[in-house]
């Protein structure tokens, strides 16, 4: 079909195709009906459930530090207690229990939609074919149409897009962010308040106490009282920094918004448990008993000496991700971050048995998640290709099953055993899943000093086969769907490095315009900001030209504004941009490669489903039998001791349990990539359906005509002239900003964003503004 035919069918069959007339749609049989009302139904009520349960939880956290939380805990506790599970097991079904139902239920709602959205696709073809429609355009047409955006809505605001905070401590932070820190000081607050209350209340129950005691008395209170708030905030902490939780995929939050929420809960955790720390030692010091206080360990009751370890390797900790200390020495905060396994042994040494269940189920998802990126980091995985662009980038070129699926926006977290053991580093995906199935590239600059050995170790080894470099990946993380996708006018801006997203985002909308997928972005501008000139070499890593989608100006409209800040003018002397460029490659025959594992918590549902529940019912199981076998026969008392083996069986359900079903899953996955290599040609399984580096002057080339671009030296981008020439050419639309680079330029167009969304006009197109930079 011609591209004018197109283009005339798809209007003529826009609004039939959004109507929801019996007479506009094909008929179709009673059995899909059926079929889509009861995947419908079931994810609505998953849905509600998860929602009750969740809205259920917070409402028991709010009411814990008043007289009816407390009675209605003892009630609890005094009802399930006597059980197979003892009191440990009822204080994680109150305080845990919620949270990994959510994760449980979360699974079939994720497999529900998916499979709701593959019916929806399918009933649209069939509905076009009966409409004698050709079914790739009309199909892509109806996916469009249903699944991002109804041309019916109007633009509106987002809160999740809305920059709200432009400077600052935070960062940018959306409204909905914005939102959500007030909501949970709110909470810190309201259980500062409401313990307070008690205290003083208490204090009347004490009897005759001097004026100093009754000042101590009250501090001691205080300081319990802030341990048990900043435990709350634990039970929060360990959630963001499960890369493929369920949980972030089922509210579609990305790895790096959630390691943000890391950070402040850690800060405002800390900032609590210092103070927490602080007020005992001032008790203790005013008493004169601070030595042997703080070397206490006794059996009923918290034990100060595991506490004083804890608090201490967590200030240890706090202090390096400080920014002054992070940055200066990074190795140092990575490692002193792996003593989070010594911070909680000796919390759950110090609250025990019957305080540690309140924070377990986040840890216990934590867990999971940490011995799935375990096992799917033991597989070492073969480079395809490795070069050195002349910006001194390195492009790493990984092999990949066909079964591992990610988004163009994805991260993975690398590690090179030649150059540390110990550094895992996350780069930004420079390929589309679209680019080739066995494949995913990524683009890393040489800007500290694990980036630096690794871009000698390339130019050094030109001769070498790429196995001199054994890597291992975690991975991929990212939005649960191409966000990217969501938007018909794209800004992207990105600021050296931070292209490297893009390129993938360029050319996953320049295949599906080429194969006729789901695409609904038409316009796109891209404004780049580099130092030097010889970064453009950088945009021919992909195809954007001629190789991917030679003529898409009747579909896209692309344009690329290029800002080199430090050179005035394009520079003679470099010559030809790609020239220098190194590479070596590693062809070796197919039943040799090794691709990434699959084992990874956004994989397959199914399995990664399985592995939780099989991990959390292991752990219920695992309780049940200690209470029953040796703690109730032993008559073991102590409150620590009792922690620790609450630990070490959480644990061990994970290994036991879940590891069985990893082991499944890894046969499963070995049966499948041997189906892959049997059923491709093994000539073309080393195929790299990517662009090499042009050897052509990219400054100075003539640019298709599909494509507008200029380049600017000794320039920097004005986000006001750019943003008010965009309002004025696109009009009232929805327009997703998506920026990846240092936080300075993240400021500065969130800020205009801002602006513009302050002034506009009722014409005036609605700016989303995204952030894609993830940093540890």
């Avoid at 500062?192 to 005759?208: I, K, M, Q, R, S």
């Avoid at 699959?598 to 199981?621: A, K, Q």
């Amino acid at each position: 079909m011609a591209n004018g035919e197109s283009e005339v069918l798809s209007a003529r069959l826009y609004q039939p195709l959004l109507s929801n007339s019996a007479a506009d749609v094909a008929p179709c049989s009673n059995g899909g009906n059926k079929n889509r009302f009861f995947l419908s139904l079931s994810k609505w009520v998953l849905k509600f459930t998860m929602w009750l349960i969740f809205i259920a939880w917070v409402v028991h956290f709010l009411l814990i530090p008043t007289d009816l939380g407390t009675t209605l805990s003892n009630d609890w506790l005094a009802a399930t207690g006597g059980t197979l599970f003892g009191d440990s097991g009822s204080v994680l079904l109150l305080h845990s229990g919620p949270i990994l139902a959510i994760a449980i239920l979360a699974f079939p709602y994720i497999i529900i939609v998916g499979e709701e959205e593959q019916q929806l696709q399918e009933y649209a073809c069939n509905t076009l074919k009966d409409r004698n429609c050709t079914p790739p355009i009309l199909c892509s047409l109806k996916s469009t149409l249903i699944y991002y955006r109804k041309k019916d809505k109007p633009p509106r605001f987002n809160l999740w897009s809305f920059p709200v905070l432009v400077d600052g401590p935070f960062g940018v932070v959306s409204a909905a962010e914005l939102i959500g820190i007030i909501l949970f000081v709110v909470f810190v607050l309201w259980d500062l308040y409401a313990f307070t209350v008690v205290n003083f209340e208490l204090l009347a129950t004490y009897g005759d106490l001097s004026l100093g005691e009754t000042r101590l008395m009250f501090l001691h209170n205080l300081a319990r009282n802030l341990g048990q708030i900043g435990l709350v905030c634990l039970t929060f902490l360990f959630l963001p920094v499960a890369r493929g939780s369920v949980l972030f995929r089922l509210i579609n939050i990305p790895l790096e918004h959630a390691t943000r929420y890391h950070v402040w809960l850690g800060n405002l955790a800390m900032l609590l448990f210092a103070t927490h720390g602080l007020l005992y030692v001032l008790i203790w010091t005013t008493k004169g008993c601070f030595f042997s206080q703080i070397l206490e360990w006794k059996d009923t009751g918290v034990a100060n000496l595991a506490g004083s370890i804890s608090l201490s390797v967590g200030l240890l900790m706090w202090i390096t991700t400080l920014p002054p200390v992070r940055k200066r020495n990074f190795e140092l905060f990575l490692y002193t971050h792996q003593l989070y396994i010594i911070f909680v042994v000796f919390l759950a040494l110090h609250i025990g048995y019957l305080v540690f269940p309140t924070a377990a189920g986040p840890i216990f998802i934590f867990v999971l998640d940490r011995f799935l990126r375990f096992c799917q980091s033991r597989k070492s995985v073969d480079i395809i290709s490795a070069k050195c662009l002349p910006c001194g980038t390195v492009e790493l070129v990984l092999a990949k099953p066909e079964s591992l699926r990610y988004n163009a926006l994805s991260f993975v977290f690398v590690r090179i055993w030649e150059l540390s053991w110990l550094q895992w580093h996350p780069f930004s995906v420079s390929s589309s899943p679209m680019d080739g199935k066995y494949h995913i590239s990524v683009l890393i600059k040489a800007i500290g000093k694990w980036t630096e050995k690794l871009r000698d170790s390339v130019l050094k080894n030109l001769e070498l086969p790429c196995t001199k470099l054994t890597i291992s990946v975690e991975g991929p993380y990212g939005h649960e769907k191409p966000y990217h996708m969501m938007y018909e006018n794209l800004i992207l801006v990105a600021g050296g490095i931070g292209i490297s997203p893009f390129l993938a985002v360029l050319s996953d909308i320049l295949h599906s315009v080429k194969e006729g997928k789901p695409c609904l972005p038409r316009n796109i501008l891209l404004v780049w900001t580099v130092k030097r000139s010889d970064e453009l070499s950088l945009l021919s890593t992909i195809g954007m030209d001629s190789t991917i989608c030679p003529s898409f100006s009747n579909k896209l409209n692309l344009q690329a504004h290029i800002y080199v800040t430090r050179e005035s003018e394009f520079p003679s002397e470099h010559g030809e941009v790609g020239n220098s460029t190194a590479d070596f490659s590693d062809l070796c025959p197919m039943s040799k490669r090794s691709g990434m594992s699959v084992l990874v918590g956004t994989g397959h549902n199914v399995w990664s489903c399985l592995y939780v529940i099989s991990s959390t019912l292991g752990f219920v199981i695992l309780l049940g039998l200690l209470d029953f076998f040796y703690i109730n026969p032993f008559d073991i008392t102590s409150w620590s001791y009792k922690g620790f083996l609450f630990l070490a069986c959480m644990v061990a359900s994970v290994f036991i349990f879940g590891g069985l079903v990893v082991c499944l899953w890894h046969l499963s996955e070995k049966r499948t990539s041997a189906e892959e290599k049997c059923e491709d040609d093994e000539s073309n399984f080393g195929k790299i359906e990517h662009t090499e580096t042009v050897t052509h002057n990219v400054a100075h080339q003539e640019s298709p005509a599909s494509l507008t671009r200029s380049i600017r030296y000794g320039a920097r981008p004005d986000f006001k002239e750019i943003f008010g020439s965009v309002s004025k050419n696109w009009g009232h639309v929805d327009v997703g900003v998506i920026v990846c680079g240092p936080p300075t330029l993240q400021s500065s167009v969130a800020k205009e964003i801002r602006s513009q969304s302050i002034r506009r006009q009722s014409g005036d197109p609605i700016y989303h503004f995204n952030s894609h930079s993830f940093s540890l």
